[in-house]
Structure formats: C-alpha cells, structure tokens
C-alpha cells in the first residue's frame, strides 16, 4: 500500500501536482507544480491565501494585479543557477504565460486579503547559504525566509550533492511551543540528477510511551515526487552518482522555523 505521506506526479504536463489543506490533510500549506510548453497560460489567485510562484526551470511572463513583472527565470534547470520567483498577496489573480518550456511551483499559505504589493524575488535578491560538513553538506537558497515580508509562507530550495544527507541530523518542528519549537507542515517537492535516480525520505514521531512511533515511513523517492511532513523528524539522503534538489514550503499558526533536533542524533553536530 502506498504510504499517504508520497504523492507522485498525476500527469507528464499541465498540473501535474496538486496539494491543497483538504487533500492533505492539514491546515496551511498548499502545493502546486505546473509544466507548460512555451505559449500557455496559467491564471491563479486564491481568496484568504498567499502565493509564492517559482520558477523551477524556465522563463515566464508573470502578471500579478496590476503588476507586470515581464519576462521571469533564467536558468533551464533547478541544478544551474539561483531561481526567480513572484509573491502575489492574498485574493489577487494573477497570470503566468510560458516563454519558453517551463516548471513553475504554485506554494499558498493562508493570508490577509491585499497586505501587501506583490513583488518580484529576482535571482539577485534571494541570500545562498552552505550548511552542515562532510557528507552532510547542502545548498541552500533561500526565497521567502522569515525575514521578507510576508503572511505565512516560507520557500526554500535545497541541493544535496550525490552521497549526502540533508535535513539532518534529523529535526522536527510540529509543536506550537515557542520559543523553543514552530508548528509548521512542510511539502518537499524532489528533482534528481540524472533524472533516472533516486533519494529516500524518512518521516517519524517520537517513541510513544507503549515504544511505537505514530509515525514511522521510509520513502525510495523519484524525480518529481512530492513528500508531505506533517510532523515529526524528516531526514533525506541521496546516493552516490545523483545530486538531489527540492523545493520546501512551509506553513503554520506562526511565522517562524524553530526546530528540535532528535536528541540521540544531536552529538553530531558537536565537534
């Protein structure tokens, strides 16, 4: 039986994922990953939810409101370069048309109607970051951290280069307890290079006082598949021969990412 947690593509173009609170099964976090070919046309805009599209590989004309943004995204691959995105406040349509071949990411979050203008997050303006050591080491690009404006939404992308873990030592943040812990539900959207690799994804809770874990799945995932974290600890690691990409959204009651790490695996971030 597939586990609920791993979602994989409906359809090789158009919408080919759709993660919405309903299907889910949670509150905030929403998912969407469209491929077009150059010259169609997606429209958005959802009442009481925010957006951050991303442009996973390709360039788009993107409208928001009364907002032309022109000609968005540079590189043909999530492998090469920084990514270019738009965030569009709650309740305002907008409009993306495919210049050439593209991926675009669709991340919502609960938001207030019109807070804010939307605005362009050029491949200049989002901060890259290198963390962990050894085998543990990944790149981080951050799009929509905590500290740009916005209601909900927080956007990261992450590479693992072949052979490495990555959100890890494992943590979790699925506890409204700050200033210790943020509640937030997160999707991993993965990409693999070459295409024709793989990576594994556990998701598990805490030992239960009868020893088992509510939650305890190991997931082999493909290029393209998406994970859902709704709680618990969520390690990734990737193989030898295959970089492994994804796209995090991340959403909650409040607007900030404090984790716990797992405590038997914390030593390794001593020394």
């Known amino acids: 039986m597939r586990s609920t947690l791993h979602v994989k593509p409906t359809a090789a173009a158009g919408r080919v994922h759709d993660v919405t609170p309903a299907s889910a099964g949670w509150t905030y976090v929403g998912f969407a990953l469209h491929r077009l070919e150059p010259g169609e046309t997606i429209t958005g805009g959802e009442a009481g939810r925010e957006a951050c ?34 965030y569009v406040p709650a309740g305002m349509a907008w409009t993306a048309r495919a210049e050439t071949a593209i991926e675009l990411a669709v991340c919502t979050a609960p938001g207030v109607e019109r807070a804010r203008a939307p605005r362009l997050i050029g491949e200049d303006d989002v901060g890259q970051e290198v963390r962990g050591r050894g085998a543990n080491v990944r790149h981080v690009t951050n799009i929509l951290p905590e500290t740009a ?32 812990e943020s509640l937030l539900e997160e999707t991993y959207y993965h990409r693999l290079n070459p295409a ?29 598949d998406v994970t859902l974290v709704p709680e618990g600890y969520h390690p990734c690691a990737t193989v030898h021969g295959y970089d492994l990409y994804y796209l995090n959204v991340m959403a909650g009651p409040h607007r900030t990412w ?8 914390e030593w ?4």
């Open 258 to 265: 404090k984790f716990h790490n797992a405590p038997e695996h």
């Open 53 to 86: 599209i991303v442009l996973v590989s390709g360039t788009a004309s993107i409208t928001a409101g009364e907002e032309d943004f022109g000609p968005v995204g540079r590189r043909t691959s999530p492998f090469e370069g920084k990514p270019a995105s738009v």
């Open 196 to 224: 024709q690799g793989f990576a594994f994804q556990r998701v598990y809770t805490d030992r239960e006082a009868d020893g088992r874990r509510r939650i305890d799945e190991a997931m082999a995932v493909e290029d393209g």
């Open 149 to 180: 404006d916005a209601d909900g939404l927080l956007v990261v992308e992450v590479i693992t280069p072949a052979g490495n873990t990555s959100s890890y030592p494992p943590h979790k943040h699925d506890r409204d307890d700050l200033p210790r």
């Open 268 to 271: 390794l971030l001593k020394g």
